[in-house]
């Protein structure tokens, strides 16, 4: 295999050819395969809404640099909700791509029949012209003019989650566009089944020469190895699932309609100690919960924009996902900059850091 | 600092508004660290070379997943590099 990982990203050469200033590299959980933001062996981001919860994973630190200011887009990656599960927990706006829109040579794989590199911002407008730069052969689509609500996994979040979806689906049928509503989870389900098998099967894989490595976790160790029971023929039966599966969303749950909403989690952001595999607090079905709700879409190939909502009863951001067809990613963009025009749940200030920025710095209305 | 106030969107500010955004994005970035530690690297942007391009001036991070010249990820990159 090669995944180009000895020069410069292909991501990295378009933004910084386009202008764009890098202030630095951020941090990640371990392997990009941790989906609460937690790292068991290096430091980990803090969320600036909060600093005692999660920030959510893997893409942790370019979450926190865009809702911070320290930076205005972040490049980030989702195998499984890399992006859209730290766009949640600290209401930035995060952009996963149709699989294959956006070049992953140079970028450390973990499952590449799932990865994608993408994009966090604080709002869709600053997000647009990077998606633009770094997606240039995707054609433009047109314009979302009808969603369907995944009204089963709607219900099945927790209440200070549920409400603030709604008032995002409210905003988006504000905007004009028509909103309906299907029973979506058992078609998600089904192909979450296939997802936890090709994530699995090929980050073992990939990552199989570091399982005696004493730099990683006993718990990631424990995962990479529950990955290598898989068998080649299952996890190729799994890869060769994908247009069935595609199909069978299309006519189960997207209908004719442009684009499916649900939320990004089921659940509200967990404190830190939830994921913190030491503390008496721990729970492994809550990391699992995290990415209930987003791994699907990376096994269709779908795109999706996930935008903030709105605040649980705690404090914390929430966030929507709006989930498109193969290639519609400039429509679901353009769809969450109207909406983002008509709301002010995108650009606030978070609460443990406003302390430290400066208004003199031009970055503040 | 008000409960009302927020981030501006980048594409609604003027061109000198960007360019002190820009030229102060690394003084946040360390002060903001200390609390946060989102970043692994936080580098020197050269502001006064951004040419005028799509992205002219933007401030962005990038997660530790990705090479460029004078950079690998912090991870055990020898032994990644052998297994692809």
Same mark, same amino acid.
């Given at each position: 295999m090669d995944f180009g990982l000895n020069g410069y990203a292909d991501v990295l050469r378009r933004l910084d050819d386009a202008g764009a200033c890098r202030v630095g590299f951020t941090a990640m959980t371990e392997l990009?395969?941790?989906?609460?933001?937690?790292? *068991? @062996?290096?430091?980990?981001?803090?969320?600036?809404?909060?600093?005692?919860?999660?920030?959510?994973?893997?893409?942790?630190?370019?979450? @926190?640099? @865009?809702?911070?200011?320290? *930076? @205005?887009? *972040?490049?980030?990656?989702?195998?499984?909700?890399?992006?859209?599960i730290p766009s949640h927990c600290t209401g930035a706006t995060g952009w996963k791509p149709s699989w294959g829109a956006v070049s992953v040579t140079g970028a450390l794989p973990l499952a590449p029949f799932l990865d994608c590199v993408g994009l966090l911002a604080r709002c869709a407008a600053d997000l647009a012209p990077a998606a633009a730069v770094l997606a240039a052969d995707v054609a433009p689509r047109r314009a979302i003019e009808s969603v369907v609500v995944m009204a089963d996994a709607l219900r099945g979040a927790e209440p200070s989650v549920r409400n603030p979806c709604q008032h995002g689906i409210d905003a988006i049928q504000a905007c004009g566009v028509a909103v309906s509503h299907v029973e979506g989870l058992p078609a998600m389900e089904a192909i979450d089944a296939h997802a936890m098998i090709v994530m699995q099967g090929e980050a073992a894989r990939v990552h199989a020469g570091r399982l005696d490595r004493a730099a990683i976790s006993p718990v990631l160790r424990k995962r990479i190895a529950k990955g290598l029971t898989i068998d080649d023929a299952t996890l190729a039966a799994s890869r060769a699932s994908r247009p069935q599966l595609v199909n069978d969303f299309e006519e189960q749950v997207l209908g004719n309609a442009d684009a499916a909403i649900l939320p990004v989690m089921a659940i509200r952001t967990p404190p830190l100690a939830e994921a913190d595999p030491a503390s008496p607090t721990f729970s492994a079905r809550q990391l699992y919960e995290l990415s209930s709700y987003t791994r699907f879409v990376n096994m269709l190939g779908f795109p999706a924009v996930s935008i903030p909502v709105g605040f649980d009863d705690r404090g914390l951001p929430v966030a929507l996902q709006m989930v498109g067809r193969t290639g519609s990613d400039f429509a679901l963009i353009a769809l969450a900059v109207r909406v983002q025009e008509k709301t002010e749940w995108h650009g606030r200030i978070p609460t443990a850091i406003s302390d430290l920025l400066d208004s003199s710095e031009g970055l503040l209305a | 600092m008000t409960d009302s106030a927020r981030f501006s969107n980048w594409a609604a500010l003027d061109k000198p508004t960007q360019t002190m955004v820009a030229a102060t994005a690394i003084d946040r970035a360390h002060r903001l660290e200390p609390r946060l530690r989102a970043f692994v690297k936080i580098e020197r942007t050269d502001v006064e070379s951004s040419t005028k391009n799509a992205l002219t001036l933007i401030p962005y991070a990038a997660k530790d997943l990705f090479v460029a010249p004078k950079h690998r990820p912090k991870v055990d990159w020898r032994t990644f590099w052998i297994l692809v």
């Open positions: 990009a395969y941790e989906p609460s933001g937690y790292n *068991a @062996v290096s430091t980990y981001p803090r969320n600036p809404w909060n600093l005692d919860f999660i920030t959510g994973g893997s893409s942790s630190g370019s979450a @926190v640099a @865009v809702t911070s200011g320290a *930076a @205005v887009i *972040a490049l980030g990656s989702d195998t499984g909700g890399s992006i859209r | -």
